[in-house]
């Protein structure tokens, strides 16, 4: 992982005396995933890793230079080892190749700089406030005012400079706590306004603008979805008044990156880098569908519960993502995206069927946005 760290810039402190996955999250006692463990591997394994890896070298070139032309011409190969996951050692450099992110830094040198040192943003203290909710339990990130919690404010603050209209909304430091665990804080910044501004996929900002708009809609598509692909479990939701809401507007807000195991997050947001908002679509699916015998008896309480709490078994990606590949959604969603613009710019907008389709009202934002990122225990990796 690229850490750009200045021993002068570090506060003392005692070292954690409680050991660390191997992510660089602190354990807790009923930690147990596989996936966290730091543990030796058998020497197949180690050799099949070590081979795997030498595939990605030479797919990238150095520093990159080969990438935009193997992926013309192998575009199935590449969209296959990334759903396979992304070798470790490479992410940080392949989430930039991908995203569109390391074009756009080199065609703004000294940007990101001028926005850090010489502006100031409206939003400094609500980031101030939000950073030590960010990823506490990860090291980097523990020590208050340390070089970890200094990156985050620098890119968050950076970010709501140089886009006023998004500014700060609470969700967007979990995203890019996640990006500073894998690159710098320059290259962080430039992946974060790839996916707002849409260098590669569909421009993301709305998830962030004033009232959510693009929440709003993805929620109304992924209900239909559910309807669609699981109509006994999405009737079940309509009689227990369940809606998407009330468990998977963090899904969106974070791209899964706020309450999910931390292998299952880095697993998703390869694919998503990739190939787009959809996988957001495709993993939920593909976890309400893991679930579904059991989600289909269950009461509003316990309903709502277990859509909050995954089983560790849903959120292995080995076992997700064929789960979650299955669902074909690119047609539904450009249909949906339809019917929502449709039905919200219509001319019966105002009757009470629409009301719930109108995004937030700006005062309400932060509140909705924090009583979101609340529903589930944010230490959990």
């Not at 506490?136 to 020590?143: G, V």
Request: hydrophobic content about 35%; aromatic content about 12%.
């Amino acid at each position: 992982m690229d850490k750009k760290k200045d021993a002068d810039d570090v506060e003392p402190g005692p070292a954690p005396s409680r050991p660390v996955d191997r992510f660089g999250f602190i354990k807790t006692e009923q930690s147990n995933s596989p996936e966290g463990v730091l543990k030796s591997r058998p020497t197949h394994e180690r050799g099949r890793e070590e081979r795997r890896i030498r595939k990605w070298r030479k797919m990238i070139g150095t520093g990159g230079s080969d990438w935009k032309h193997y992926v013309r011409r192998n575009p199935h190969v590449v969209k296959r080892r990334i759903r396979k996951g992304i070798p470790d050692c490479l992410r940080g450099l392949v989430w930039q190749l991908i995203s569109g992110s390391r074009d756009l830094l080199l065609m703004n040198p000294g940007v990101y700089e001028t926005l850090v040192i010489y502006e100031t943003s409206t939003s400094e203290l609500e980031i101030i406030r939000d950073i030590s909710r960010t990823f506490p339990s990860h090291i980097f990130f523990q020590q208050r005012h340390g070089p970890g919690q200094r990156s985050l404010y620098n890119v968050l603050k950076a970010y709501s400079v140089y886009d006023r209209d998004v500014g700060y909304v609470q969700g967007m430091g979990f995203i890019a706590g996640l990006l500073l665990l894998y690159m710098s804080e320059e290259d962080a910044f430039w992946l974060i306004v790839a996916l707002l501004k849409g260098a590669v996929h569909t421009p993301m900002e709305g998830l962030y603008q004033a009232g959510l708009p693009l929440v709003q809609q993805y929620l109304f598509q992924f209900e239909k979805l559910v309807q669609e692909h699981m109509p006994k479990l999405g009737q079940h939701f309509i009689e227990e008044m369940i809606n998407p809401s009330m468990y998977a507007s963090q899904w969106f807000i974070t791209v899964f990156s706020y309450s999910f195991p931390f292998h299952m997050t880095l697993r998703v947001w390869d694919v998503f880098l990739y190939e787009g908002i959809k996988v957001v679509f495709q993993v939920g699916l593909g976890l309400l569908r893991f679930c579904h015998d059991d989600l289909v008896k269950l009461p509003f309480e316990e309903l709502l519960h277990s859509l909050r709490y995954f089983p560790d078994e849903a959120t292995d990606p080995d076992t997700l993502f064929p789960l979650a590949f299955s669902f074909k959604v690119n047609s539904s969603l450009e249909e949906l995206e339809k019917e929502y613009r449709k039905r919200l710019d219509g001319p019966n907008a105002s009757s009470s069927s629409s009301k719930r389709l109108l995004p937030l009202k700006s005062k309400t934002m932060s509140r909705a946005v924090s009583q979101v990122l609340s529903i589930s225990n944010v230490g959990k990796k």
